[in-house]
């Protein structure tokens, strides 16, 4: 991408009548196969679309390697876009001032759902943690306008980029390290809800924490009550929240450092918990609920937050057979009046298909399930309408009988 973006000179992609229906729609992508004409144009270069006919339909972010050919970013015509992108992170910041509470971590831009597709910006304290997925995020200039605006909107102690190496890959991007990018602090306590956990900024999943799930940590505590079981429980989110409520708390999780993590966090919760300790056990998940599932384990309280078993839609059926297979098992396992909390985050699973697994699973365990609330992600992860990937995250609370 070159200094001279959203010059007269800006290059034009021709779009299907498919593409630009999609477009005209509300959606902001089109995908390769229905780009008509972009020969010669620079990889992650803004450009001009036009339809097939020449008419006009925005400014938008072009990759020259991702099935995401098209990042719509504006529905007119861009002249300055180091300017465009100082407003569109301004108009982040202002748009969780209303709505972030309790907490000073939250995501702070959602790519297509603020209007910057290809870049995550999550808040933990002090650190913002900064994640770039696509060619045109990562061009310099993009890069240098995006860390000066952070710096003098939010003025954090230090800047680290999350590399996810696969994206590059798809990108075409050349591989790179996490690492900083301004600053030198890579480690913070930030706080949700009252609770508050350790914060690596070169460690962990994701950008380093589970921001999405803030609010239904949160809602899942309000219910939560007896023995509580937390399924896939990372660095503990769901139990340290479920605790001071609880008897008895235990979380599962494969990750031995996730775990070392979470115990560190109950550590640091020690006085808010009352002195509860959390029995904190690794264990591959399907295997350890087979076997508490037989041998007549009880709870009252059981969450389960898997990872993303839908990474494409072909995945979808598979999908439904593991989450079918979680939430069996855990309803056999909920005593009368026990509470399920159960989530997807894979977007390819719909809130539909979910429902549907749940109300087989319900029925093979011969239980009935009266749901509670159905939510979704935290509201620091705005979902567009008109875009549907922006929303994935499910969340069901449900009372067993």
């Not at 309803?331 to 719909?350: A, E, F, Q």
Request: proline share 5%.
């Amino acid at each position: 991408m070159s200094k001279t973006i959203g010059s007269p000179g800006v290059p034009t992609v021709k779009v299907s009548p498919r593409g630009a229906s999609r477009l005209k729609d509300g959606h902001v992508w089109v995908y390769r196969s229905d780009v008509v004409a972009a020969n010669g144009v620079p990889p992650g270069s803004l450009v001009n679309v036009a339809d097939h006919r020449g008419q006009p339909l925005g400014s938008a972010l072009y990759s020259s390697s991702s099935q995401i050919a098209i990042r719509l970013i504006s529905r007119e015509p861009v002249a300055d876009f180091a300017a465009l992108l100082r407003q569109r992170i301004a108009d982040a910041v202002a748009y969780r001032e209303p709505i972030v509470r309790d907490t000073n971590a939250y995501r702070l831009v959602f790519s297509e759902a603020d209007f910057l597709p290809g870049l995550i910006v999550d808040r933990y304290n002090d650190i913002l943690s900064l994640q770039i997925l696509t060619q045109a995020m990562d061009a310099q200039i993009v890069r240098e306008t995006l860390i000066s605006e952070l710096i003098r909107r939010l003025h954090p102690a230090s800047i680290v980029e999350r590399v996810e190496p696969r994206v590059r890959q798809l990108e075409e991007l050349p591989p790179r390290p996490s690492g900083l990018m301004q600053g030198k602090k890579v480690s913070t306590i930030f706080a949700m809800n009252g609770v508050q956990f350790h914060f690596d900024a070169l460690e962990g999943q994701k950008t380093g924490a589970f921001l999405d799930q803030r609010e239904n940590y949160a809602a899942a505590a309000q219910y939560a009550h007896g023995e509580a079981l937390d399924v896939f429980c990372y660095q503990g989110g769901f139990a340290l929240h479920m605790a001071p409520r609880c008897s008895r708390v235990t979380g599962i999780d494969s990750s031995r450092p996730a775990l070392e993590v979470a115990d560190q966090n109950a550590t640091l919760n020690h006085a808010q918990l009352n002195g509860k300790e959390i029995e904190w056990i690794e264990a591959n998940a399907f295997d350890l609920l087979k076997d508490y599932s037989s041998s007549g384990q009880r709870y009252d309280t059981i969450v389960l937050d898997p990872p993303a078993f839908a990474k494409t839609k072909r995945d979808l059926d598979a999908a439904l057979r593991g989450y079918k297979e979680l939430n069996l098992r855990a309803l056999k396992m909920l005593r009368p009046g026990g509470i399920l909390v159960t989530c997807s985050c894979s977007y390819h699973v719909s809130p539909a298909d979910f429902l549907g697994m749940l109300a087989d699973a319900a029925r093979d365990a011969h239980r009935v399930l009266r749901l509670i609330e159905v939510r979704g992600q935290s509201k620091d992860h705005p979902v567009l309408l008109n875009v549907p990937e922006s929303a994935y995250l499910k969340c069901v609370i449900a009372i067993v009988s």
